[in-house]
């Protein structure tokens, strides 16, 4: 009886149910918009470098197929900015190298960051340390200072260090980051049960055991997705290279991009073509790591 109660409780009138369905779809109509919005761009930047230039803007107006679809389908662009013809070669591109040069800058970032970052999150979020909440406040404090502050000084420690116009002018000055260690701290205070340390500690376990042993198996889903947010972050940097490095050879793909960018004549076949190599990288380690990014995200609610 008690049951028959309970779910004739819960059955729905059909006002209700028509309600439900109006929001069901509205909710559809609202993810497909915003598919849109962001995959429009994309897709007409992806086939705009396999088609010929003089195509691009041609059929912008009126809005049709053509839009996006390429009459010629030509892989001229990409032959081009990875030196593969004459003119790549004569124009001095090999984007293949510089692709290579900001894949090698990231991941070295991201190496570098997760080892200094994952020790100074495990000292604020778990070690006993008097007034450490003040070095807390320091190190968050340093995080909202505007970078176009510190670009000079940065430059000159740099310079005086002799590592301008070369690869470690990319990865030393980004080899910790404020915003990583609070993400992480957020982590392992919320995820990682304090009994795991004192129970190491009891059976005889020092500090850094209990880092390696239990803090970083356990914190695998929060390291994960502040090294994707970490290295599309690198990834992304135009500035800063653009500054402290000179030589091209060395140079990272986002600032030899700028360079198809004429004074008179802009090449946006090059440009579209550069910069969908750029991003696809970024969305195959996305994709593959967005089971632990998602769990991240989830765990400490930072997300990129």
Not at 96 to 113: E, P, Y
Not at 205 to 210: D, G, L, P, V
């Amino acid at each position: 009886m008690a049951a028959t109660q309970l779910h004739v409780a819960h059955r729905h009138t059909p006002a209700e149910r028509v309600r439900k369905v109006i929001a069901s779809v509205l909710r559809v109509l609202l993810y497909v918009v915003i598919c849109v919005i962001f995959l429009v761009p994309f897709a007409w930047m992806l086939l705009g470098s396999v088609r010929a230039e003089r195509e691009i803007f041609r059929y912008l107006t009126p809005f049709s197929w053509r839009t996006f679809v390429p009459i010629e389908w030509t892989l001229d662009s990409y032959r081009t900015i990875l030196g593969l013809n004459e003119i790549g070669q004569a124009s001095g591109y090999n984007f293949g190298r510089n692709l290579l040069n900001s894949f090698i800058v990231s991941t070295a970032v991201v190496i570098s960051s997760l080892i200094f970052n994952t020790m100074g999150a495990y000292f604020f979020a778990r070690l006993p340390f008097p007034k450490k909440n003040w070095l807390l406040m320091y190190m968050l404090a340093t995080f909202l200072i505007p970078f176009e502050v510190t670009i000079v000084p940065l430059y000159i420690v740099i310079r005086t260090l002799h590592l301008d116009n070369t690869m470690w002018a990319l990865i030393v000055p980004w080899y910790a980051s404020p915003f990583v260690i609070f993400s992480l701290i957020q982590f392992m205070r919320q995820t990682i049960p304090y009994e795991l340390d004192e129970a190491a500690l009891i059976d005889g376990a020092n500090y850094m055991t209990i880092l390696w042993r239990i803090i970083v198996p356990n914190a695998i889903p929060g390291l994960v997705t502040n090294a994707l947010l970490e290295f599309q972050f690198i990834w992304n940097l135009f500035y800063w290279p653009l500054v402290a490095v000179g030589d091209r050879k060395i140079q990272v793909l986002q600032v030899v991009i700028s360079g198809t960018l004429g004074q008179t004549q802009q090449y946006w076949g090059r440009t579209f073509a550069g910069s969908a190599l750029a991003t696809v990288p970024v969305v195959v380690i996305f994709l593959a790591l967005q089971r632990y990014y998602i769990q991240g995200v989830a765990s400490t609610g930072v997300k990129g």
